[in-house]
């Protein structure tokens, strides 16, 4: 999947003029993503769970899909005074499907209950306002909200998410089993961090790794954050929550595990930057 930086205004225009017609099902087309509602939980985990499938839906190739961004799409929403995280229903798919030019919109829910989470989304035609695929997960933990939101991702595409064993390929007769590029095991980072005054070192970052789980934690000066993420090809996408603010992470893997190279969002403040790690000796 590529995302795309699309002029949606300009789009728009065209699509009401009939210059782009919006796909029939959902096998191709042009995606939107709102943010997600929370129910007995934080407005954050909301956000940051739609923030989580928009960085999943990127890394599944050949989806045929193309993924609006978040930017642009705050731009757009707050140009018409509409909200990203407002109910959607068939009527106003419609009307955002206009604004947009989106073939397909996603919406979906936070919910907690005790200690357990219920995830659930649809995707929803951006013209007739009819629902394509929709899914429900449901996480015994917090810890287990990023693997279930893969497991929810695919299905919104229709398709199956693939086991340890499809995500490093079948080899060949004869030959040897290719190396998934994010590998299972405990792994510990330096980290340097990037934000509106420079590139600053940051502390330390955990992770563990099983499957596609992963949990972990960053411990800086100024606090300790909660990592929870889903490996999704050769990156881990994830979110973290600290005393200081909630956000996504996103890391990509370079040179077998032993650095990372990665982007963080903080949904609690809009701060965003560049987030880096080298495996400590």
Known sequence: MKTIRLVLVFCAFLAGAGVLAPAPDAKAGTL???????????????????ELLRGLLSGIPDSGFTLVERDQLNEVMKEQGLSLSGVVDERTSKKLGGILAADFIIVGSVSRIGGAYSVSARMVNGETGAIVHARTERAKTEGEIPARVEILTYALLGLKAPSVEERAGKPAEGSVQPDLAVKPGRYSYNSWYSDAQGVKKGGRIALEIEGSSVKGESIESYGRACLNGAVSGDRIVGYYNAPYGYGNFEFRIVDGMKKLDGVYYQVSNGARGQWVGELEE
């Open 32 to 50: 939107v993503v709102m943010n997600f509602k929370s129910a007995g939980a934080s407005q954050e985990l909301g956000v940051a769970v739609s």
